[in-house]
């Protein structure tokens, strides 16, 4: 079965860190482009990073850019969000999806396989 697991996720103050990772079971994920999601009740996803399946590109939201860095570690089949200066406005449930093919992109709609999603709340 193919399956996307993000673990890593929980509460920290302002200015914190936070390092997901987003596990891939049932399928070889070097095949695969990974991205990287959040949503808040009422809003829509909005995509937050992109690695493509070599790891040749990384595309980051304006709103992230110099704070959230991506990497994989193809061997373990895992895809990593080091989250480092942390913002309120950060607090989302995010969400690991999988887009088999070239590219890498923010937008939803490639994105074939996703996960169940981790809570990140960012508060003092």
């Known amino acids: 079965q193919l399956q996307l697991v993000e673990s890593g996720g929980g509460l920290v103050q302002p200015g914190g860190s936070l390092r997901l990772s987003c596990a891939a079971s049932?399928?070889?994920?070097?095949?695969?482009?990974i991205g990287w999601f959040r949503q808040v009740p009422g809003k829509e996803r909005e995509g937050v990073s992109c690695?493509?399946?070599?790891?040749?590109?990384?595309i980051y939201a304006d709103s992230v850019k110099g704070r959230f860095t991506i990497s994989r570690d193809n061997p373990k089949n895992t895809v990593y969000l080091q989250m480092n200066s942390l913002k309120p406005e950060d607090t989302a449930i995010y969400y690991c999806?999988?887009?088999?093919?070239?590219?890498?992109?923010?937008?939803?709609?490639?994105?074939?396989?996703w996960g169940q999603g981790t809570q990140v709340t960012v508060s003092s």
């Open positions: 049932g399928f070889t994920s070097d095949y695969y482009t």
């Open positions: 999806a999988a887009l088999q093919g070239t590219g890498c992109y923010l937008n939803q709609g490639p994105y074939d396989l």
């Open positions: 690695i493509s399946k070599r790891a040749t590109i990384g």
